[in-house]
C-alpha cells in the first residue's frame, strides 16, 4: 500500500532552536498534506493544510509564524516548529491523501523541547 | 460544522468476547465516517470506511462498523477480541471530495482506548 514517511521519528531539542519535521509521500503525489498535533492521551487536532505551490491554510488558533509549513514539491511537504518552547513538546503527524480516497499516515515525530 | 464523538474514554473486554467502540456523527449532507487505530507512539492505521452503499463496513483485521443514519452513529465491532486489538481507536468524519477533486481535511473523535484482557 501507499507509504508516507516521516523523519525525524523522535528529536529533542534546546528551548529556542528550531526544528523541521518532513513528510513525504514515498510512491504517490500529494498536492495537499495535512499536519496533526497530538497531546498525551488526547485526540488529534488540525494544525495545518499543506498545499503544493502555495501557502498553508491554517487552522484557527494555530501561530503560522511558529509553526511553518511548506510544500516544497508534490511528494514533500515539511513543518518548522520555531524558536520551541518545552510547550511545543508534542507529537506530531502528518497525513498525505491518496487518488484512491483513502488518507495515510506518517509514523509521527515526537518533539521534546527541554 | 462536521463533528464526531466517541463517548467512551476506554472500553474493557476479555479476549474472545466481542467488542464494541461507539461512534456517533453529526454532519450537514451524506457522511463520509472512517475508523482509524493508533498503537503507542505510532502513526495512524486505517481500518475501514463507509461512504455509500451498504451499510454494514468490513475492514482490516477482521474489524467491521455499521452505518445507521437514524441513530447517526458508526459503531465498530469485532466479533472475537484479541490482545493484540489493543490500541487508541479514533472514529473520523470529512466532507466528500471538493469540486476540484480536492481533498477535505478529516475530524477525529477523541479516541477511545481498547484494552483487551487475556
Known amino acids: 500500500g501507499a507509504v508516507v514517511s516521516q523523519h525525524p521519528s523522535r528529536v529533542i531539542c534546546k528551548s529556542g532552536t528550531s526544528v523541521k519535521i518532513e513528510c513525504r509521500s514515498l510512491d504517490f503525489q500529494a498536492t495537499t498534506m495535512f499536519w496533526y498535533r497530538q497531546f498525551p492521551k488526547q485526540s488529534l487536532m488540525l494544525m495545518a493544510t499543506?498545499?503544493?505551490?502555495?501557502?498553508?491554510?491554517?487552522e484557527q488558533g494555530v501561530e503560522k509564524d511558529k509553526f511553518l509549513i511548506n510544500h516544497a514539491s508534490l511528494t514533500l511537504s515539511t513543518l518548522t516548529v520555531t524558536s520551541a518552547h518545552p510547550e511545543d513538546s508534542s507529537f506530531y503527524i502528518c497525513s498525505a491523501p491518496h487518488n484512491t480516497g483513502e488518507l495515510f499516515f506518517g509514523e509521527g515525530s515526537r518533539l521534546t523541547v527541554l | 460544522a462536521q463533528s464526531v464523538a466517541q463517548p467512551e474514554d476506554q472500553v474493557n473486554v476479555a479476549e474472545g468476547n466481542p467488542l464494541t467502540v461507539k461512534c456517533t456523527y453529526s454532519?450537514?449532507?451524506?457522511?463520509?465516517l472512517f475508523w482509524y487505530v493508533q498503537y503507542p507512539n505510532r502513526g495512524l492505521q486505517f481500518l475501514l470506511k463507509y461512504i455509500t452503499g451498504d451499510n454494514l463496513v468490513k475492514g482490516s483485521y477482521g474489524f467491521e462498523a455499521e452505518f445507521n443514519k437514524s441513530q447517526t452513529s458508526f459503531h465498530l465491532k469485532k466479533p472475537s477480541a484479541l490482545v493484540s486489538d489493543s490500541a487508541l481507536y479514533f472514529c473520523a468524519v470529512r466532507d466528500p471530495p471538493k469540486w476540484n477533486g480536492g481533498y477535505n481535511k478529516l475530524i477525529f473523535g477523541a479516541g477511545t482506548r481498547l484494552a483487551v484482557h487475556p
Open positions: 454532519v450537514s449532507g451524506n457522511p463520509y
Open positions: 499543506s498545499n503544493e505551490g502555495s501557502k498553508a491554510t491554517y
